[in-house]
């Protein structure tokens, strides 16, 4: 069985930053990806960042020049710095990854618990 687990978030005042990290436990062979999303109250789940094969990276429009998703692979984990946070960042961020639990299986998708960000004006 796998876990995604998330930490960091909180309080934070517009225009400042904070880190959300998430740590993969398990059975896990290999990982193909990994992805941050958000949802906020009254809105649909959006995309924030993904890393795939380590390197290559895709960031949601809204959040593009202030926030960054790096990984650490020997500790299995991701991150996300958000920097310049507005109001409209207050969210529950999603650790998302894809996994392999063997060399004999495909990917399957993981989720984290999810951790609050919220943003005061």
């Known amino acids: 069985q796998v876990q995604l687990v998330e930490s960091g978030g909180g309080l934070v005042q517009a225009g400042g930053s904070v880190r959300v990290s998430c740590v993969a436990s398990?059975?896990?062979?290999?990982?193909?990806?990994w992805g941050w999303y958000r949802k906020a109250p009254g809105k649909q789940r959006e995309l924030i960042a993904v890393m795939s094969n380590g390197e290559t990276t895709n960031y949601g429009d809204s959040v593009k020049g202030r926030f960054t998703i790096s990984i650490d692979n020997a500790k299995k984990s991701v991150y996300l710095q958000m920097t310049s946070l507005t109001p409209e960042d207050t969210a529950v961020y999603y650790c998302?990854?894809?996994?392999?639990?063997?060399?004999?299986?495909?990917?399957?998708?993981?989720w984290g618990q999810g951790t609050q960000v919220t943003v005061s004006s």
């Open positions: 398990g059975r896990i062979y290999s990982i193909n990806s």
């Open positions: 998302n990854s894809r996994i392999r639990t063997s060399i004999h299986s495909s990917a399957s998708e993981y």
